[in-house]
């Protein structure tokens, strides 16, 4: 099978019925080992163009990561990554919003860890948890200590996915490129899942009672993810609904997927001017 970026887009406006996204599809490699040799290719590519977009500072890029507990974002995230120079790549993970993030803005505390130009940051739960967790617990919302004017629930959500669209653009506009990826996870792959982290001792510590109680939310979820999508995939800033069943094939569609983003920036290394390449040969004539 090979790979289709756009076979995994959420068009702009698009109306997003998740039970309409598959949560597997055929495998892409037909062996472990052509698994492990096709994420290394991409792996290697991606660290090559990660040191041009480096040296040639003119873009960011923000790679952010959504999905239901154990769809896999922290794998994909350390497999896709893991040949990238570290100095060029930061990875931030958003868990409940502190007493000071309270304070400000729900957009306050990620645009905060935005990346710098001729970087990549990695957003591992990102501002979308606020259209996302707080909308299927709008007790949250109401804990806020926002005025009672906005927390009217018809509106609320708009006017947030209208903030988010607008902060999109205007990095885009500003030179930085956004990806975000929805891993797409069945609920009986997530059980199956769940049931390894009791069986296995090493995995015992990724899990919780928390875990179970949102579980029985999840049709609640897939609502929200659904409107989510459909209100905020645009032709810059797209979403692209990842099949996560398999954690192999989910790992090779995003990096395929960031692969394709970063050649579309066109970078190369800063050229040489003539002044500088005088003053280079004059430091060769000191050595």
């Known amino acids: ?40 290719e991409h792996v290697e590519a991606l660290d090559s163009l990660q040191r041009l977009h480096y040296a040639s500072n003119h873009y960011a890029l923000l790679l952010i990561f959504q999905g239901m507990d154990a769809a896999g ?13 570290p100095q060029g790549c930061e990875v931030f993970s958003f868990k409940q919003p502190s007493a000071e993030d309270l304070q400000h803005d729900f957009l306050w505390r990620t645009t905060r860890r935005l990346p710098e130009r001729g970087r990549i940051g990695i957003f591992n739960r990102s501002y ?31 006017e947030r996915y209208r903030s988010i669209v607008d902060l999109e653009e205007h990095l885009h506009r500003n030179g930085t490129r956004i990806i975000k990826f929805f891993l797409h996870l069945s609920k009986d792959e997530q059980k199956k899942r769940f049931l390894e982290r009791i069986d296995e001792p090493e995995k015992n510590w990724k899990f919780s009672l928390a875990d179970i109680q949102e579980r029985s939310y ?16 645009t032709r810059h800033t797209p ?43 004059s430091i060769r004539k000191q050595l």
């Not at 007790?139 to 959500?157: H, N, T, V, Y």
Request: proline fraction near 4%; charged fraction near 35%; include cysteine.
């Open 1 to 40: 099978m090979k790979i289709k970026s756009k076979d995994f887009r959420v068009q702009e406006g698009e109306k997003v019925d998740l039970e309409q996204w598959p949560t597997s599809v055929k495998p892409i490699c037909k062996s472990k080992k052509r698994y492990q040799e096709l994420l290394q």
């Open 73 to 85: 974002k922290d794998g994909a995230i350390g497999h896709v990554l893991s040949g990238i120079n």
């Open 128 to 158: 979308y948890e606020e259209v996302l967790i707080v909308r299927v617990h709008p007790e949250i919302l109401r804990a806020q200590g926002l005025p009672d004017e906005l927390l009217d629930e018809k509106r609320i959500w708009k």
């Open 218 to 233: 999840w049709e609640r979820y897939m609502a929200a993810y659904a409107a989510c999508l459909g209100a905020t995939s």
């Open 239 to 281: 979403w692209y609904i990842v099949p996560a069943d398999d954690k192999d094939n989910a790992r090779l569609i995003v990096s395929k997927i960031t692969l394709d983003a970063l050649l579309k920036l066109k970078v190369a290394y800063p050229k040489t001017s003539s002044k500088r390449r005088e003053e280079l040969e």
